[in-house]
Each structure stands twice: as structure tokens, then as C-alpha cells.
């Protein structure tokens, strides 16, 4: 754990998975962050003045929403048992381990030790095969061409909102900025993304 803050706002990403709460700003870095709550497939919950995020490096940081922070304590190593001793009847792929111990008010103590690096591995892993086959091809291309950037100092951006969230593309790859005309011709079949079809200056726009 390298830090505890609170829960910071963030910029929801497309398409991303659902347990993928954003993209937050910690003092200029970018920390993606994660709702344990939906990757342990439990119940939602707003969130209040007790959630926190706990910050973990994970090869980069990574923010983990909890609903509080119950203390910091200490834990003698033989009282943490292997997961392996429950793993007949529950599933344990994301433990390392069990501490059962006596709490002060007399009574026994259950606290599940995660393994949070397994955990983002298999919940993530489509993503990651996805970057890695990315990467593979980029690096198969510069192998064959020599790639010339010109670096301006001046980048010039459309931005637009959808949903709250707002966005940006290059303004040169956007050609012209118009109203969405009243009438829009739907098609049959169609992804739920589509609108339709529309006629600008006599040529067919798919929106």
C-alpha cells in the first residue's frame, strides 16, 4: 500500500470493464481506479465520508475503492493459515491467506488476506492480451518502415461531452461540425449504435 486517500473524480473511459470505475489525476500521474465491489461481484453502494481509495503498485499504481479502512494492525506469521485449507470448499484463487484470531471483544475474527495482483491479472486479462497484441504489432511495423514525427508545440483539439464526460479528437481528422437534422432515416437490423442514415449535400452519412 503506498498511500490511502479519498476517492477522487474521475474520467470514465469507453468500453471499458465495468469493475474500471476511471481514470483519476493524483498529483499529475494518472491512477486508474478500481471498485473491489463489482469485481467481488457484490452488491453497490454510494459512496460516503468513510470510502476510501487504497493506492497499491501493482508494476504501476493502481486505486482500489473500499468502503472504509478498518485499522492497520499486526499479525504474527503462524497466525495466518493457507488458503489451501478451505480451497475444497470455496473457491480461494484470489487469497494468500486466513488470520483468525480473538478480537478484543472476546470474539473470533476472520480477515481475508487478497491477492491483488491475481486478482487484477484474471479480471483485466482481456485488456492486457488486447495492449500486448498492440504492442506486437506496432513493433512488427517499425521493424520494416522508418516512422518521421513531426513534433509541434501547438496541438489543436475538438472537444465534445457525451454523457458528462468530455472527450477530444485531433481537429484534423474532423471535417465539418453540423446539426443533427430532425429526420433521420432508420435502418432495419441495425447495432444499437446506429441511428440511421442521413443525407448531407446529397451524399449518404451513416450517424
Not at 465495468?18 to 489525476?25: S, Y
Not at 470510502?51 to 497466525?79: H, K, M
Not at 495492449?131 to 513493433?139: D, G, K, L, M, W
Not at 435502418?187 to 449535400?201: K, M
Request: no cysteine; hydrophobic share 45%; glycine share 6%.
Amino acid at each position: 500500500v503506498q498511500e490511502i486517500i479519498r476517492v477522487p473524480a474521475v474520467a470514465r473511459l469507453p468500453l471499458a470493464p465495468p469493475a474500471l470505475e476511471g481514470l483519476a489525476n493524483l498529483r499529475g500521474r494518472v491512477l486508474p481506479i478500481v471498485n473491489l465491489r463489482r469485481l467481488f461481484n457484490t452488491d453497490e453502494r454510494e459512496n460516503d465520508d468513510a470510502t476510501r481509495a487504497l493506492v497499491i503498485n501493482l508494476g504501476q499504481p493502481l486505486g482500489f475503492v473500499v468502503d472504509r479502512v478498518a485499522s492497520v494492525i499486526s499479525v504474527d506469521a503462524g497466525e495466518i493459515d493457507t488458503a489451501r485449507s478451505i480451497q475444497s470448499v470455496v473457491r480461494t484463487d484470489y487469497l494468500t491467506g486466513v488470520i483468525n484470531r480473538v478480537g478484543a471483544d472476546g470474539k473470533s475474527q476472520l480477515m481475508l488476506v487478497l491477492d491483488f495482483e491475481r486478482l487484477v491479472a484474471e479480471q483485466f486479462s482481456h485488456v492486457q492480451h488486447a495492449a500486448s497484441a498492440q504492442a506486437a504489432r506496432s513493433a512488427s511495423g517499425q521493424d520494416h518502415e522508418t516512422v518521421v514525427e513531426t513534433v509541434s508545440d501547438d496541438l489543436r483539439l475538438v472537444s465534445f461531452t457525451v454523457a458528462g464526460q468530455e472527450y477530444a479528437i485531433d481537429i484534423a481528422d474532423v471535417q465539418e461540425i453540423g446539426q443533427v437534422p430532425p429526420q433521420i432515416s432508420a435502418l432495419p437490423n441495425a447495432p444499437v449504435h446506429v441511428l440511421g442514415l442521413i443525407s448531407l449535400r446529397q451524399r449518404l452519412l451513416p450517424l
